[in-house]
């Protein structure tokens, strides 16, 4: 928290200090940020995306894998509806992250709530958090983790958007598994006790059955719902 | 290809859903709490929706089903989980991934 002062400029330093601490402890979200956005960039541009609407999208949703997905329906052939409700889902546990933060946000920086919830993503969330436990989360550091994630996740974007043009065949490349191995990586990061493997392989073969009978992407969005349930219904 | 508009759509949309998804649980959590199954349920979306997505995707790439083995998806699945579970890193694992694909893919020609 800042003392009170009247010396206009070292609390204008003192501003600067704050943010320049989350921008350190941002910064190795930023260097993690900018492949897997690069390889938003590719593949939006192959969905149909010109470069400048891959790099709009990154940065006004700055949604992670709610972006690969909603490119996955639409290659899929689904409507924008479809896209949506599948980023919806994808990104649901954000709603808990946020109700999680909220109480260690210092009513007095309120302000910068708006901020801190566009900002909010599963590795902004983690450095937060640790942070939080030290004491009152300081809402001006959270937002220069924010601001380095943020600038991350849309500079990656803006070099594949760009470089993607260039590369003639990206499927020569193994392109198209890259999506898969993606999800397939945060699938196994997800997995974090036999619980969780037990809820996996429920979704896993729900998702199947009713892709085999709804259009598009409904089928995951069906998996995915219908297996957390199961999940949580097992482990009351 | 897709429609132009419906980009536009999708972008304005993924905005809003996940500026709302993110904003107003901490706007209002102050005043409610997330009712215990809820929060149960919620903590096993992320793991479900990544298994949903990735059997889809490997069963059925490209909207066509391909259920032998002989799947060059299903099988470059296998290092792709390997290499996040021993080192942890998206890039690695993705890259192991694309490179196994297209091993398999050959192979099967």
Sequence with gaps: MLPPTSDG????????????RGVRLGTPILL???????AFGVLARKAGFSAAQAVICSATALAGAGQFIALSSLAAGGDALAALAATTIVNLRYVLFSAALAPSIDASQSPLRP??????TDETFAVNTADARGGTL??????????????????????GATAAGSIA????????????????????GQIESRRHA????????????????????WGIIVGAVVGAAYAAWRSA | MTNDGVVWAVI??????????????????????????????LSFVPVTVMASLVAVEVMRPDGVWQTTIANPYLLAALPTAATFAKTRSFLGATLVGMAAFLAFKALLG
């Excluded at chain 1, 193994?174 to 196994?188: D, E, H, K, Q, R």
């Excluded at chain 2, 809003?16 to 209002?28: D, E, G, I, Y």
């Design chain 1, 115 to 120: 901020l801190l919830a566009f900002t909010l």
């Design chain 1, 9 to 20: 400029r070292s609390t204008d330093r003192a501003v600067f200090v704050r943010l320049l």
């Design chain 1, 32 to 38: 993690g940020y900018v492949p897997v956005g690069l």
């Design chain 2, 12 to 41: 304005a949309g993924m905005a809003a859903v996940n500026f709302l998804l993110r904003f107003v649980p901490m706007a209002a959590v102050s005043r409610t709490r997330i009712p215990e199954p809820v929060a149960r349920w």
């Design chain 1, 138 to 159: 300081d809402a001006l550091s959270a937002a220069g983790v924010g601001a380095v994630a943020w600038l991350g996740w849309v500079s990656g974007t803006a070099v």
């Design chain 1, 169 to 188: 065949d990206p499927s020569r490349f193994g392109s198209n598994f890259a999506m898969p191995a993606m999800f397939t990586a945060l699938l196994v």
């Design chain 1, 198 to 217: 037990e809820a996996a392989v429920a979704a896993a073969g729900i998702a199947l059955a009713a892709a085999a009978v709804l259009p598009g992407t």
